[in-house]
């Protein structure tokens, strides 16, 4: 059981995002329904969330929206890229 200090910075530590670089497989299924949700959101000017490996993400609506495409070594990869700015948390 946790208690004072501990709890206090167990909160803290939550609260915080840490850095993370995660790459997350998903069946041809699976990602064709999170496209179909992210294009829908996007269409109708919405945020977006996902959750990936645990962690919920919400996707501001004004997320800036790129397609790489990458070949190296006889491969070829395409990535959809989302990225933003976190919104600095409102001070007390």
Known sequence: MM???E???NKNMKKRKVGRDIEKAYSKEEF???LRRLADAL???KRFSIQVAGEKIFVPKDAVIN???ERESGK???EFQ???RRA???SK
């Open 7 to 9: 709890q206090n910075k």
């Open 82 to 84: 989302i990225k933003w």
């Open 3 to 5: 208690v004072g200090k």
């Open 43 to 45: 269409g109708s000017g």
């Open 76 to 78: 070829e990869e395409i």
């Open 88 to 90: 600095k948390p409102k």
């Open 32 to 34: 064709i329904k999170k």
């Open 67 to 69: 397609i790489e495409h």
